[in-house]
């Protein structure tokens, strides 16, 4: 620990671009260190630098440039004020005195200094005055002439005192002063000082990264007002905005969820409604960003999806027209006529006298309505006869289609469902009926019915699909449906292709979409599952499905919006073991992929305690110490007293967060998790003493898998049979990839449990007679006396410890 030093007030030497400066080349990690106080004990680990990484530490560092020499750099704790003033925590270290500054001599060829030991020593409220007030006396004393006498030591406590009330406690900057040697060799030339960003307590709210880890909705109104729940990384309720926002080249909009304070709930969820989008006469769904950001640091978290959802139009029936306007008009025109046929002109031919209640304008309107009524009348009739004409074509050839040509302008209207006659038509499965109707509106005003939304926002295509029937699907695309129209849930047809496993409909619209609307396959229904078309055909373990969708260009590892999780998630959580090993061995799917809660799919296969599942996915690379976003061990987020000391934790390793094995369910898991063997069954094969059944089924031993695999090797038994056999073909590109295929089938049959009667009846059936008697001889004496309940048809290789089934038999 080096002395205090005596600095003499001496003025700063200027900085220009040819004079010396100091420049701060590494700031310190802003987040996720922690303060300590004394009682805890020397701090754990240097604060670390902003770009330190597990493998790669880095440390705040600055450096004196323009300058060749001696020089000496002091760092202290300031406020995150501005201007900054001295702070009442300490900084402790290798370097540093007992005034909380630390030192170190630089020079004269390299002028860089590292600060690799820093630690933040945490004051208590209750010392805060007292140790302010040291600190503001030395500062005043160094700064003052040498005739300074301690006369103004009740200013100085007033200050420190309003100083305390003020200080935030969770927030800290380092201050680097450099001094350059004088002529006499005394470090007294001050240059600049330069401060460094803020540093956050660990145990401060705002200390926290700011994450958006799961969203119940991510979808709305355009008019705004939907309520969702937000779940987060720690937030503090009065520093927390949620930012809605589109990219500058779609015009730099943003708006602000509507939520107080109190909707904040224990600083991990928040409740807000969403704002109105900028304009609220959209179309089609339009899809912007959302992010948490701090009010006072400004700091922003990773953004989010959020769709927009054009508000619902009523149906407006004056489109049910074709472009004459016979239909309202002609009812108009029965009616006037019925009305004006009384009031024809006199026998004599005389015109109408004005009279007291009719005067000649009067008389010019009512024959001008007579003439628009005998027009009307005419054309009624005209329509008459056409109609008596279809009827008598139809009646003599059967086809439907010339009376449907006459009926077009209804082919909009709608029941209290909002289905359509094409809906109705597809609804009852009548392909004919559907067949007639798109040919009697085809090239006419009315074709755009046939993209026309009942109330639950599905057009004739959505139920094509739903109702399975190919044919329907294939007429409605190529005469003009509209792939890309989203029900009420936001699933175009390829999401419920996807969604009901129909390989031949998915086959067909991929087919057909065409480069306009390729981009539908990796698009996101904004409904409740928020899901692609590829996570909906997991959901049905399809694989066919998946295969065609990968062809189509399907993102395999691209996450659903409500909280991250990938296909090979999907699969794992619904315990899809065939379906997860073809992600990974055919499509490639990322094993190490992670959640917005940074969990693998090795934490769902450890959280549901699955063997098989854990064991596929270490064999496949899974990464078995990585470590979730969930904090091991929570703290109290409570400031009103801070003398009490802090929790520590337990755990011997430096964690943030739970790996797999802090989740695994069962013991068999935390064995393949931990990597660990079962005891040799051969080191129990001598023992004259009763064994239990479940000592001596503990497993086989490397040794014993290895002399088998050399059985099978000699024998020339290809290794894919055995696998087939062992049902655990699927994992056979994990074998070819490795040096000994054989050996690394046998050693994951055994990880994941595999019981030893299948493996030697898989011998048996293959007729390797010495790789059964290898592994009956190798089996405990015990075992070997009874034929009828030995530990090859009772146990599995990985049998877990304790189990009463075992213990029982």
């Known amino acids: 620990m080096h002395e205090p030093f005596e600095v003499k007030p001496e003025p700063f030497v200027p900085e220009t671009v040819h004079g010396p400066y100091l420049q701060i080349i590494e700031e310190p990690k802003q987040r996720g ?84 030991n820093l630690g933040i020593l945490h004051v208590t409220k209750r010392g805060v005055v007292e140790v302010l007030t040291k600190r503001l006396r030395e500062e005043k004393r160094r700064i003052k002439e040498p005739g300074y006498k301690l006369t103004e030591e009740q200013a100085i406590l007033h200050e420190a005192k309003e100083l305390g009330k003020s200080m935030d406690l969770n927030i800290v900057r380092l201050k680097f002063t450099a001094y350059l040697q004088d002529s006499n060799g005394s470090f007294t030339r001050a240059l600049n000082p330069v401060v460094s960003n803020p540093i956050y307590d660990s145990k401060s709210p705002n200390a926290s990264n700011l994450k958006i880890s799961r969203m119940d909705k991510t979808s709305g109104s355009v008019l705004g007002g939907e309520e969702i729940f937000l779940l987060c990384d720690k937030v503090q309720k009065d520093d927390i905005d949620i930012r809605f926002y589109e990219e500058e080249d779609d015009g730099g909009w943003e708006a602000f969820g509507d939520f107080s304070p109190t909707d904040v709930h224990k600083q991990y969820a928040i409740v807000f409604k969403t704002p109105p989008y900028r304009c609220a006469d959209i179309t089609r769904p339009v899809t912007v960003f959302l992010q948490l950001r701090r009010k006072k640091g400004g700091d922003c978290s990773e953004p989010k999806q959020f769709t927009y959802i054009p508000h619902n139009q009523g149906f407006q029936f004056n489109h049910m027209m074709d472009g004459s ?26 015109e109408n006298q004005p009279t007291n209640t009719q005067t000649q304008s009067g008389s010019q309107m009512q024959q001008q309505l007579f003439q ?38 209804l082919c909009g209207v709608q029941d209290e469902n909002g289905d359509t006659p094409l809906h109705l038509a597809i609804i009852h499965q009548q392909p004919v009926v559907v067949q007639q109707l798109i040919q009697a509106l085809s090239n006419t005003p009315q074709q755009k019915f046939i993209n026309k939304l009942n109330k639950l926002n599905q057009a004739p295509l959505h139920l094509a699909v ?6 329907l699907v294939e ?18 047809a390829l999401h419920l292709a996807a969604h009901i496993g129909d390989e031949t409909i998915l086959r067909l619209i991929l087919g057909l979409l065409g480069e306009r609307y390729a981009h539908l396959i990796n698009s996101v229904a904004f409904g409740i599952l928020q899901h692609t078309v590829f996570h909906l055909a997991v959901k049905k373990d399809g694989e066919h499905c998946l295969q065609l969708l990968e062809e189509a260009g399907a993102k395999i ?32 799917a990322d094993v190490n992929a992670c959640t917005y809660g940074g969990n693998s799919p090795l934490h769902f296969a450890a959280s549901q305690g699955s063997p098989h599942l854990c064991s596929m996915l270490i064999a496949a690379g899974a990464d078995k110490r990585m470590e979730n976003d969930e904090p091991l061990f929570f703290q109290s987020s409570s400031s009103s007293d801070e003398d009490d000391e802090r929790t520590f934790n337990p755990r011997k390793r430096p964690a943030v967060g739970h790996t797999p094995f802090d989740l695994a369910k069962c013991q068999k898991v935390r064995d393949l998790l931990d990597g660990r063997k079962g005891p040799k069954p051969s080191s129990f094969a001598h023992k004259r003493t009763k064994i239990s059944t479940e000592e001596a089924n503990q497993g086989l031993d490397s040794e014993v898998l290895t002399k088998l695999c050399s059985i099978l090797i000699e024998d020339h038994v290809p290794w894919r049979e055995l696998a087939e056999k062992l049902g655990m073909l699927t994992l056979s590109h994990l074998y070819q990839d490795s040096a000994s295929p054989c050996q690394k089938l046998l050693e994951n049959y055994q990880l994941s449990g595999g019981p030893v009667d299948g493996l030697v009846e898989a011998l048996q059936s293959l007729g390797v007679s010495e790789g059964v008697r290898l592994l009956k001889d190798s089996q405990p004496r015990e075992d070997k006396q009874s034929t009828a309940d030995s530990g090859f048809g009772s146990q599995s290789i990985g049998e877990e410890m304790g189990n009463p089934a075992v213990a029982n038999h």
């Open 372 to 409: 628009i009524a005998t027009s009307l009348q005419n054309r009624a009739s005209l329509m008459a006869k056409y109609s008596a004409s279809a009827l008598l074509q139809y009646c003599s050839t059967g086809d439907v289609r010339p009376l449907l040509v006459l009926q077009r302008h």
């Open 33 to 116: 260190f922690r303060f300590r106080y004394e009682c805890e004990g020397p701090s754990h680990g240097g604060l670390p630098g902003a770009s330190s990484e597990r493998n790669r530490r880095t440390y705040p560092t600055v450096k004196v440039s323009n300058y060749l020499g001696q020089a000496r750099v002091e760092v202290q704790l300031v406020t995150h004020t501005d201007p900054p003033r001295v702070h009442a925590h300490s900084l402790v270290g290798r370097h540093c005195n007992d005034n909380g500054i630390c030192t170190i001599d630089v020079g004269p060829n390299d002028l860089t200094a590292q600060f690799s």
């Open 557 to 588: 590892n691209m996450p659903e919006q409500k909280s991250g999780c990938t296909a090979l998630h999907l699969a794992v959580r619904d315990n899809l073991l065939k379906l997860a090993c073809y992600l990974i061995t055919e499509l490639k």
């Open 475 to 492: 007429m409605l695309m190529k005469t003009g449906a509209d792939p890309s129209l989203l029900d009420r849930e936001g699933r175009t």
């Open 325 to 350: 306007g016979f239909f309202t008009g002609g009812c108009g025109g029965f009616s006037g006529g019925a009305q004006m046929s009384g009031s024809s002109p006199k026998a004599d031919g005389s």
């Open 466 to 471: 739903i109702t399975k029937q190919p044919r």
